[in-house]
């Protein structure tokens, strides 16, 4: 796990950012896509669907290149485009900043039809019939090169595709009864085009194509837009599993932080059609010492910003260590009491919620090691010896 040290950007959650590169269970955001289809095949990955909606349609992001080359260009270098990928001819899909590895054991690329992720994080396959591939080994972990389980208490063809609303552009939620995308009985809906495209955030394009306006498509800056899928819990609790928040709650975590009250949303800092998982700064409007002007740290090593307000405290597909997880925590606030996250915790609904702000376990153990020597490469440290050290550390 790379850590990054020096004055560093702030990563708040936004559109480009491509953090649920897996389908996920229990999902509630809501769906942030225009359901209007009725679409011709313009480019690979878009899909004819008809249905007796009118207004405008779904014309695919490759006709929106044709004006907006420039974005289009950082766009598809995000990774929004990837979560769910197309296989054609029996070839893996293939994705600008990695490489997948062939099918789980029993399966070959003639035997699947979709790849759900692969940018970043992980990907999971889709059979044939249109149901995710599960059993143990079935998953792919790209941040460490190894495979675990999914749903391995699932029959295999038993785990129906219904994670459109946040992996594909124009999804329609139908059920067992379709109908089907690509009239595949597993796939619990149908959709434009795989992966988050610019209709996704943008609506049907069709209208805007023909006579190009502000006045005719979508603009929503509002960082509720990118809440519709970087939330898991429909009251926007932070849920908490196995020592980690659960990945793509950035929304959830960020409505609890001091960004939010202080009106500082997730536009404010990304730039909504660039990732900043391979690109870093590039993909920032803005970084901390935008803002935060006069703040100086009295540690040594000056680690950077979001080493301790952004630890890797969420987890999307496999935990390095049992503070350093994958996906960097958008709460932001540091409490200085002794307390652990695990004391910061409630049950509710059968599941555990996580209260705020960030606790020093997670702050610090990612750099240094705890009294049982787990954590980072650097010093023991116990907990009031880090609550001690934190009262006063910034100047």
């Not at 054609?88 to 979709?114: K, M």
């Not at 405290?313 to 996906?327: E, F, L, Q, R």
Request: aromatic share 8%; charged share 15%.
């Amino acid at each position: 796990m790379l850590r990054t040290h020096g004055i560093v950007p702030v990563l708040i959650v936004a559109l480009a950012l491509g953090l649920a590169s897996g389908c996920s269970d229990d999902d509630s955001g809501q769906n942030n896509n225009v359901n209007v289809n009725d679409n011709t095949n313009v480019n690979d990955n878009t899909n004819t669907n008809t249905n007796t909606n009118t207004g405008p349609t779904y014309v695919g992001s490759a006709t929106c290149e044709t004006c907006h080359s420039a974005i289009h260009a950082d766009f598809i270098e995000s990774g929004h485009p990837y979560k769910l990928n197309k296989v054609e001819n029996d070839q893996a899909p293939t994705y600008p900043h990695s490489t997948i590895p062939n099918p789980p054991n029993g399966y070959t690329w003639a035997d699947v039809s979709y790849v759900i992720g692969g940018y970043f994080w992980k990907a999971r396959w889709i059979d044939n019939d249109g149901y995710i591939v599960t059993g143990t080994d079935v998953q792919y972990n790209l941040v460490d090169q190894s495979w675990s389980a999914y749903h391995d208490t699932d029959p295999v063809g038993t785990k129906p595709y219904d994670c459109g609303k946040c992996h594909t552009t124009g999804w329609v939620a139908t059920d067992e009864n379709g109908p089907h995308q690509d009239d595949l009985p597993g796939i619990y809906g149908t959709f434009a085009q795989g992966g988050i495209h610019c209709e996704a955030c943008h609506g049907p394009g069709s209208d805007h194509v023909a006579a190009p306006s502000t006045a005719n498509i979508v603009k929503d800056t509002s960082s509720d837009l990118c809440g519709q899928c970087h939330t898991r819990d429909s009251q926007n609790r932070i849920e908490f599993k196995g020592g980690f928040v659960r990945h793509h709650e950035q929304y959830d975590e960020w409505l609890a932080s001091p960004h939010n009250a202080a009106n500082v949303g997730c536009n404010t800092c990304h730039d909504p059609h660039k990732g900043t998982v391979y690109f870093g700064a590039a993909g920032l409007n803005q970084e901390c010492q935008d803002c935060h002007t006069s703040m100086t740290v009295n540690h040594n090593g000056t680690p950077g910003c979001i080493d301790c307000h952004m630890p890797n405290a969420a987890k999307s597909a496999k935990s390095v260590t049992m503070y350093d997880g994958d996906v960097r925590s958008h709460m932001f606030a540091i409490g200085t009491t002794d307390a652990t996250w695990s004391s910061m915790t409630y049950e509710a609904d059968g599941k555990t919620f996580l209260n705020g702000p960030l606790t020093l376990d997670y702050a610090c153990y990612g750099c240094h090691k705890d009294e049982n020597g787990e954590g980072g490469a650097y010093s023991i440290k116990t907990m009031i010896e880090l609550s001690n050290r934190a009262t006063g550390i910034h100047q």
